[in-house]
């Protein structure tokens, strides 16, 4: 059974960075499209990072380009979501999630597997 396990959230400043996390068990990355999403209160789930890594897909959401970027190790079967220059706006709960491998999509309903979510919370 494939399992997502994310860690790394809290609380920053403005301009400050963290890194997140993402663990799988159960399978590989490679075998997926990967998918960092987010949830702020009273908003919709949105896309922030998609790719595959043998591929080498990348996409990410307007409101992050340039100041987010996806990275992996493959010994630790982990991802990660580096994530600077923060802002305020950037406060939701973050989520990783896998779909099919040759999806490349940013919406939420073509993943399959998901964490529990971590809270990232940008003070101003």
């Known amino acids: 059974e494939v399992q997502l396990v994310e860690s790394g959230g809290g609380l920053v400043q403005t301009g400050g960075s963290l890194r997140l996390s993402c663990a799988l068990s159960?399978?590989?990355?490679?075998?997926?499209?990967v998918g960092w999403f987010r949830q702020a209160p009273g908003k919709e789930r949105e896309g922030v990072a998609c790719?595959?890594?043998?591929?080498?897909?990348?996409y990410y959401g307007d409101p992050v380009k340039g100041r987010f970027a996806v990275a992996s190790d493959h010994a630790k079967n982990a991802v990660y979501l580096q994530m600077n220059s923060l802002k305020p706006e950037d406060t939701a709960v973050y989520y990783c999630?896998?779909?099919?491998?040759?999806?490349?999509?940013?919406?939420?309903?073509?993943?399959?597997?998901w964490g529990q979510g971590t809270q990232v919370t940008v003070s101003s």
């Open positions: 790719f595959s890594l043998p591929d080498r897909v990348f």
């Open positions: 159960g399978g590989t990355f490679d075998d997926y499209t």
């Open positions: 999630a896998t779909g099919p491998r040759y999806t490349y999509s940013s919406g939420p309903h073509e993943y399959d597997y």
